[in-house]
């Protein structure tokens, strides 16, 4: 029917079903973006630059890969092929905050994935094994499975965007706004905000944010 949305790419052929025997695979033309992302950024991702990498036509990308849509769909899965996923320990807590931290080095590895995270969230096939597991460590807690669902959700979520903001403040942009924040505080007249740069510095706040506020926010809604 005109309209109707194909299923997820993982739930079609591999390859087109007409034209020439297959030269190359998804796994391939997803290594292929994934490094041109890495690095050039996202926005450099297109179909007939990934065909170049591959030393091919774009025209010959489309009997794998339909859209460019598909295409960053392949990359945001294949990260998720990067987890060292251990067996429960039997400590829920320490169980997802090894996986954070997991996803934190990934997400930095790969600059341009806590925006796909954001934006577009995907369940493939590594991101399902993911899935799983996170099941398998709440295996034993009492929270009802949306709650467990609505989990996961918020770990991935609110890991790319502390990456993104860790990415952020490294810009030369963003250091000159904290810079005129610190001249502003020194002034004296805005005595709370000189306060929370003086308790949120590294000289003031030896715990990690990071690990803080995701562990609040699993126990709350983990309950």
């Not at 295996?139 to 770990?155: D, Q, T, W």
């Amino acid at each position: 029917m005109a309209g109707e949305s194909k299923p997820v790419i993982w739930m079609r052929p591999e390859q087109a079903p007409v034209g020439r025997p297959a030269e190359r695979s998804r796994a391939e033309i997803t290594a292929a973006a994934v490094e041109l992302a890495d690095r050039e950024g996202l926005e450099a991702v297109s179909m007939r630059r990934v065909a170049a990498v591959l030393g091919t036509g774009a025209a010959s990308l489309y009997r794998y890969v339909a859209t460019r849509d598909d295409l960053l769909d392949l990359m945001t899965d294949s990260t998720a092929g990067e987890y060292d996923l251990s067996a429960p320990s039997g400590d829920w807590q320490a169980d997802l905050l090894e996986i954070a931290h997991q996803a934190r080095k990934i997400m930095r590895r790969h600059h341009w994935l806590p925006t796909l995270v954001i934006t577009r969230p995907t369940l493939g096939p590594h991101a399902i094994d993911l899935l799983e597991h996170v099941l398998d460590v709440l295996a034993g807690h009492p929270a009802n499975p949306a709650r467990k669902l609505e989990a996961f959700a918020l770990l991935n979520a609110l890991t790319a965007l502390f990456v993104q903001n860790e990415l952020t403040t490294a810009h030369p942009g963003a250091q000159r706004q904290f810079a005129h924040l610190h001249h502003v505080a020194a002034g004296g007249s805005h005595p709370r905000i000189a306060a929370l740069l003086a308790a949120t510095s590294p000289e003031g706040n030896s715990r990690d944010p990071f690990a803080t506020v995701l562990t609040r926010t699993l126990t709350g809604v983990l309950g």
